[in-house]
């Protein structure tokens, strides 16, 4: 149909979104995994495997590094002297992240080694670059022990840390070919600072970005975007609210027309300035790797367009790889006022798709990431499908009332390197095809889409 095509793009840009996906959900868990279990622990009560760990230590066997104490019925004391030893033991094999998962269990627990856990703590933050965190364990420590050799040690250490600034900066610059002429031949470049404060459990972050946009065989300002945001997360729980403001420049005629002139969907007038969003998440980390997370949020992508999403992922956490599952629900309300629609186009499906009042999404994709060193990818295939319904009624006065599915089936590959802390490379490819089935007919229209996008980005 006449203006059907961009509405498609601008509801689902699958192309880029398992990509993204991947990226998002497996870099803020990875840091809570436990290791992969290599050898079996043996089957005797928790006294005897406390016995046998302490011994192993001693003798500097790592055997002792795989077993697993929340499967052996131990009570409070005994995992706290467990997660103790094996966060020491994968302290001294540098295996950062499995330490600082057993340090924090036992930190959580409580126990009479609490000076000596938050010194290496410190010192495996101090390795992952988490300056924040050493500030705050520094802090505990002073207040709880005034007096420590520990406090001692780490302030002689603090002399060879480089204070990063209050705000961390991060700038990404993207370029990117496809079959949707939306996206294809589209560079962005995209500026983002955030702030963190964090006390005991409570987290705060408060996030602002601006991104231009421009396609270069065409024009050099294709798009504005900035956006101001907050959220805070507790224990799992997490809130976020965020305000934008964008500008479109007027497309051609492959853009749906509201006006006498042509403009994307998403704008009023090509600025846009009522852009929100809400949302209410929780998630879940497993002591066995598994992450299990749920997201509620309200969308005003423009005065006439509101979404309701409802997504779950789960995530099973591996020593170098993760597996990804994803599934998102949306309700759509779209409204394109009647005395808006230029009359002087005799094109009466055009018409009736002005009229478009209800959609539907859900989008389903499983991906496996994996990461070798400064080397990560991740693949998988991503289902999307829309019912979208319209109505109206024609200059004649018959009425519309009609109902169009769209299916979509791709595979998407992303490929990361972290040539330094500070600098990363990404590619990201999707090839797969579109089914759509028109109201009133039982023969689906297909086409192949596919994209490509290559960035760079760079934190300070």
């Known amino acids: 149909m006449p203006g059907f095509s961009i509405s498609k793009t601008m509801l689902r840009p699958r192309t880029l979104f398992a990509a993204l996906l991947v990226l998002a959900l497996g870099l803020p868990v990875e840091a809570k995994r436990a290791p992969r279990k290599m050898a079996p622990q043996p089957r005797v009560d928790c006294k005897t495997l406390s016995d046998s760990l302490i011994k192993l230590y001693d003798a500097g066997d790592p055997t002792y590094l795989t077993w697993d104490f929340s499967e052996a019925k131990c009570d409070s004391s005994q995992l706290y002297q467990a997660y103790y030893y094996q966060g020491i033991g994968f302290l001294f094999i540098s295996a950062w992240k499995e330490a600082l998962y057993f340090l924090t269990a036992a930190r959580a627990i409580g ?3 609490d000076e000596e856990i938050l010194y290496h ?29 520990f406090l001692l040690e780490i302030l002689d250490q603090w002399k ?12 990404t610059a993207k370029a990117g070919w496809a079959r949707n002429a939306y996206l294809d031949h589209l560079f962005s470049n995209r500026v983002k600072g955030e702030s963190n404060q964090k006390r005991g459990l409570h987290q705060f972050r408060e996030t602002g970005s601006m991104s231009l946009t421009s396609k270069w065989d065409e024009r050099v300002l294709q798009g504005f975007q900035a956006n101001l945001g907050g959220e805070y997360d507790f224990k799992g729980l997490s809130a976020e609210a965020g305000w934008g403001v964008g500008y479109e420049s007027r497309r051609p005629s492959t853009s749906l027309i509201v006006t006498s002139g042509a403009q994307a969907i998403l704008v009023d007038s090509n600025w846009n300035l009522a852009q929100g969003r809400l949302a209410l998440g929780y998630s879940l980390n497993t002591g066995s790797g598994w992450n299990m997370s749920w997201n ?93 319904h319209s109505s109206g009624a024609f200059s004649d006065g018959e009425g519309i009332d009609r109902t169009d599915w769209q299916h979509s089936l791709s595979g998407t590959a992303s490929y990361g390197y972290d040539w330094r802390g500070w600098c990363r490379f990404a590619l990201s490819g999707s090839y797969g095809y579109d089914f759509d089935n028109k109201a009133n007919t039982t023969a689906y229209t297909t086409k192949d889409v596919y994209s490509v996008d290559a960035g760079v980005s760079f934190t300070f």
């Open 111 to 113: 126990g009479p080694k």
């Open 121 to 149: 703590l410190w010192t495996v933050y101090r390795k992952l670059d988490r300056y924040p965190e050493m500030e705050r364990l520094t802090l505990e420590l002073h207040q709880r022990y005034p007096g420590s050799l």
């Open 296 to 388: 509620a949020s309200l969308f005003q992508l423009s005065s006439q367009w509101q979404v309701l999403g409802l997504s779950h992922s789960q995530a099973l956490l591996f020593s170098d790889f993760i597996l990804i599952g994803y599934v998102d629900v949306q309700k759509h309300w779209i409204e394109v006022p009647r005395d808006s629609i230029d009359l002087t186009i005799d094109t009466s499906s055009f018409y009736a798709k002005l009229g478009m009042d209800g959609m539907y999404t859900v989008s389903v994709s499983i991906t496996p990431y994996f990461s070798f060193g400064r080397h990560s990818m991740g693949i998988g295939p991503t289902y999307y499908v829309a019912r979208l």
């Open 160 to 171: 060879g840390v480089k204070s990063p600034s209050m705000i961390a900066w991060n700038y």
